[in-house]
């Protein structure tokens, strides 16, 4: 119990680096299980079993994976081969939107959604400059139903709204990525990979995504 504690403070507080140089020392020395290592680094006693240290060290990687400290190359996917459709009506798969190299910001909205209208209106004042920065590209992907598609492409207009607009009407790639509100948004590199997602919006999201985007941009 202590050693989660410990795990969670570190994580939260901001030096995830002392949680790093931690487990990198526990690796390197003899004593190979992280709970060990620190227990003992606290005072305790060395005495867990084998069978315990196996199991907090798989419940040290549940729980950093959890915390976002491992690396994003344990938690990177790609986006699965469906389609979806333009507003035009022509059908492309979603994967394409991933071809030409750039980190690729992919939004769900709806036009009943209002969280989903501030996001987009928020990432519109910083869109040219992430384009001109970070070579970005920004896709939003409507859920609206197939009778809710006209109020769409009026809405887009009225927002001045520069992205790439797609639709999902049945919903497929939403539930094929398995989240449950809007808005809801993923960060994709230059490769195609899901490497950040974000679910909901509150003014100042967007500068967080901005700082997701320039670290995908130093790989």
């Given at each position: 119990m202590v050693y989660f504690v410990f795990l969670w403070y570190m994580c939260k507080s901001g030096i995830?680096?002392?949680l790093i140089r931690h487990l990198k020392n526990c690796f390197l020395t003899d004593d190979f299980f992280p709970a060990n290592t620190l227990l003992l680094e606290l005072g305790y006693k060395k005495t867990q079993t084998f069978q315990q240290s196996i199991m907090k060290l798989l419940c040290t990687f549940i729980v950093l994976a959890t915390l976002g400290v491992l690396s994003p190359a344990f938690a990177q996917k790609a986006l699965p081969a469906l389609e979806v459709k333009t507003l035009d009506g022509k059908t492309i798969n979603i994967q394409d939107i991933t071809k030409d190299g750039k980190i690729v910001v992919l939004s769900?909205?709806?036009?009943?959604?209002?969280?989903?209208?501030?996001?987009?209106?928020?990432?519109?004042?910083l869109y040219e400059t992430w384009q001109k920065e970070y070579n970005v590209s920004i896709v939003a992907v409507t859920i609206d139903t197939q009778r809710a598609l006209a109020k769409v492409g009026p809405m887009v207009e009225s927002k001045g709204w520069s992205y790439t607009i797609l639709s999902d009407a049945n919903q497929q790639l939403k539930n094929a990525l398995n989240f449950q509100t809007i808005p809801q948004t993923f960060l994709l590199d230059a490769s195609g990979n899901v490497v950040y997602e974000h679910s909901g919006y509150v003014p100042g999201d967007e500068y967080e995504l901005e700082k997701k985007i320039m670290e995908v941009g130093k790989r």
């Open positions: 995830r680096h002392l769900f909205w709806a036009t009943w959604c209002k969280p989903c209208q501030l996001e987009l209106d928020a990432l519109a004042d």
